[in-house]
């Protein structure tokens, strides 16, 4: 279905006239997160009560930034006691629709050592991210990794690094999507729906009202 065309305020009119289509809507997307938490609550709680009094930290990874949208409803559907550690990597600088290969832009947390940790991040596309930080926390000794992302890419020919997510949103055609949190040149995140980036967006370009 087309995205909309009709005369919006400001600069939202501006973002739809660069998107092609509404991918994933903003109702089946709430409804989703809600399950999803639904499924980390029941795994989290079981591996509390195999602990018994052992370390029962949870610590919540987002990847910043694409999944700030992502985490902040998530973890509103998870009513356990976590700690959230940010960390800052990146795959697609600029204007770029393609995986770039990962830049670590602020520390991993050390302290991870016997915590239940749950990495969140918005996509899995090439797989080099979150391949990264799964093997930099692995490396601390937790207790338990798990890996929640909104969106995972089916890739005609492969993912360059395979790795494995307990809990996905979607899976979605190899197509570059923004909205919820996802981006293009730092724009678009403020959308409400995953929506497919119109044709006409050159890169490099900040998008325009045309």
């Known amino acids: ?25 903003r109702d089946r997307i709430a409804q989703r997160i809600a399950e999803i938490g639904g499924e980390i609550t029941a795994d989290l709680s079981r591996e509390l009560l195999r602990a018994g009094e052992g370390d029962e930290r949870i610590v919540l990874v987002p990847i910043l930034t694409g999944a700030m949208v992502f985490v ?27 995986s770039q290969g990962v830049a670590l832009r602020g520390d991993v947390p050390t302290d991870l050592g016997g915590a239940h940790v749950l990495i969140v991040d918005d996509i899995l596309d090439s797989g080099r ?34 790795v494995k997510v307990e809990y996905a949103g979607f899976e979605i055609d190899d197509e570059f999507v923004v909205g919820y949190g996802l981006d293009y040149d730092g724009y ?22 045309r």
């Open 129 to 162: 991210t979150l391949g990264l930080l799964r093997r930099m926390i692995g490396a601390q000794r937790p207790a338990s990794v798990r890996i929640a992302v909104l969106l995972n890419k089916r890739k005609q020919h492969g993912r360059e690094e395979d």
């Open 1 to 25: 279905m087309a995205a909309r065309t009709t005369k919006r305020p400001g600069v939202l009119f501006s973002m739809h006239r660069d998107v092609e289509r509404v991918l994933i809507g």
């Open 188 to 209: 678009f995140r403020n959308l409400p729906d995953v929506m497919v980036l119109g044709p006409a967006v050159e890169p490099g370009q900040v998008p325009e009202r």
């Open 72 to 98: 902040a409803d998530l973890i509103r559907h998870v009513p356990l006691k976590m700690s959230i550690r940010p960390v800052t990597l990146s795959s697609y600088p600029g204007a770029a629709t393609e």
